[in-house]
């Protein structure tokens, strides 16, 4: 995980852009509202797979737009150490 995806703002930003294209993406399927365990399984799989989505083109551009930001560092604890 990305310092960018810790962020807050950016957290409720990418939520927000998975959860209005999830209700679109179901709605153009024929899925007002879900109704049983299998709806509600497919608006969680469109959700997250969005939400990722999304995540991964906001990352994606700020390594084009500015490769040196230090948004694109991992979490400190998070990377992997070098072996002796």
Do not use: H
Request: charged letters at 15%.
């Amino acid at each position: 995980m990305s310092n960018l995806e810790r962020k807050w703002w950016f957290a409720a930003l990418s939520g927000a852009v998975g959860v209005a294209c999830t209700l679109w993406t179901l709605r153009a399927a024929g899925i007002g509202s879900p109704d049983g365990f299998a709806q509600w399984l497919v608006y969680f799989c469109c959700l997250i797979g969005f939400t990722r989505a999304f995540s991964f083109l906001a990352w994606l551009a700020l390594l084009v737009a500015r490769p040196s930001s230090p948004l694109l560092d991992s979490a400190p604890g998070r990377r992997p150490r070098a072996k002796p």
